[in-house]
């Protein structure tokens, strides 16, 4: 069977563990040589070590593939800049960039604390926006010194289905998950003139951040088909980061065990124009005329 990234330079953040562990992996079956961004840390994000990153290098390499780890905080604007030169530094190349890294603060709303916002919004939204940022920087360079043709660049962002539709508990991480959709929009309509698509994934799996969260859905089996195993979601990374996916870009795919499908989100509804400014009193009329038209509202994950 033919390796579909074969020859490609790929980078994996948060690469240490769970989903990104299993990208990082699957990248390398299919021929990827992998950067392995991880800097360690707990669950919370505190703490850090090198031994999750050194891990996957490590196995990566002693089944045969190319592998290096990096412990560059992506979230910190060198950071960032560092992990992208690691790759070139390593093989004269960057063809995929996949954010993956992040971890969680659940709060409810009325006692989650400024810190806990922070930090969520950083290592997912800055996370995402700072790594690809240097990339397409790289990107476009090479594009002008080759010419069309010359980048076939892919960006593969982790959204959540907490982005797309909320999850109480957890309004940091739906905002910054919400957010990096948007930024996979953005990113699909400038990076398109490089020869670089943008996507996003949703994915549902068991990981450290929802075992405790969807504790019961996430069992695993006693038998058949693990629906939840974070291997389930890296097939549609390696596809997405081969020359096979050309042209398709600004999507948000969702994908749960074997069940894949195509987010679909904010357009525009049912509308009147009233071709004049409106009376306050007189919306009520027209705002329920339109909520009687509109698709019910999706309850967020928990209500």
Known sequence: MSKICDGRVAIVTGAGRGIGRAHA???????????????????????????????????????????IASHDDIADWAGAGALITRALDAWGRLDVLVNNAGFVRDRMLVSA???????????HLKGHFAPTRHAAAHWRARAKAGGPGAVQGRVINTSSGAGL?????????????????????????????YGVTANAIAPAARTRMTETVFAEMMKAPESGFDA??????????????????????????????????????WS???????????EA????????GLLAQARAVVPPYGA
């Open 281 to 288: 009193a007189e919306l009520g009329g027209a705002v329920r």
């Open 113 to 123: 604390e400024e810190q806990d916002w922070d930090a969520v919004i950083r290592v």
């Open 268 to 278: 525009e509804g049912p509308t009147v124009d009233k071709g004049a400014r409106w």
């Open 165 to 193: 539709r909320g999850s109480v508990g957890q309004a940091a991480y739906s905002a910054a998950k919400a957010g990096i959709a948007a930024l996979t929009l953005v990113e699909a309509a400038e990076l398109g003139r």
């Open 228 to 265: 939840m195993a974070p291997d389930n979601i890296a097939p549609l990374v390696a596809w997405l980061a081969s020359a096979d996916s050309d042209g398709v870009t600004g999507r948000v795919f969702e994908l749960a065990g074997g069940k894949l499908g195509i987010a679909e989100g």
């Open 25 to 67: 992996l699957e990248l390398a079956r299919q021929g990827a040589r992998v950067v392995v961004n991880d800097i360690g840390v707990a669950l919370d994000g505190q703490g850090g070590s090198q031994s999750p990153a050194d891990e996957v290098a490590e196995l990566i390499r002693g089944l045969g593939g190319e592998a």
